[in-house]
């Protein structure tokens, strides 16, 4: 065999065997101004983050998990939606999460699972962040739409099969306008909860939830 063909057998060979981990982008609700719904006692904007770093501090301590990285985190007081998107299409594999929550008067918590779709008439109208999109924005939920959704159901098969802590319900496609430009795949996450929910609990089993669709097996 050829010197040169053989040392770029072995080279791809060597790429395609060694895959980075994926990304987990967990984006929270909103910003120190605009805290959103009342929930548990508390507000929406706390709530997310609450969950985001109790999911972060479990994924990183499990042998196999996804890297993560917060989006808008506490002491963000503003949105930079530019900047965060140049970020995160930055990432070569990456999910985006984004958590929501809203007050329930069921004494068990339950989760709303969404899964990003493409709304021809507004995403095609508003075309802000076009400019930093790899791809032809067009493109994007054309290409993401399908993975969205497969990751939706996922997420909701694992939690029906593997908790009785939390009620699911079934996964629903909406256009999230928010969001436009975004490459990645993407999925929202909305609790419903009271002030005796046991928020640790609930982020614990989020986080392993979240680890088996980022490393399915």
Known sequence: MNKRLSTLIILILSCTSVQAKPLLLLQTFGTKQ???RTVAGGTERGITIQLTEIINDVLANLEEAPQTFIINPVGDNKKKPLETLNKINQARQAIVVQLTASQSQQAKPSC???YRCYNPLTDQI???YAPLTPI?????????FG???????SFNEYLKTTNDFIDINEPMGIPLAGVRGIKHPMIQIEVNINKDTQIMQLGTILAHALQKIALPT
């Open 34 to 36: 605009h805290t959103g």
């Open 126 to 128: 508003k075309r802000p």
């Open 136 to 144: 032809p924005l067009e493109d994007v939920y054309l290409l993401n």
């Open 147 to 153: 993975q969205s959704k497969i990751l939706a159901k």
């Open 112 to 114: 709303n699972i969404f």
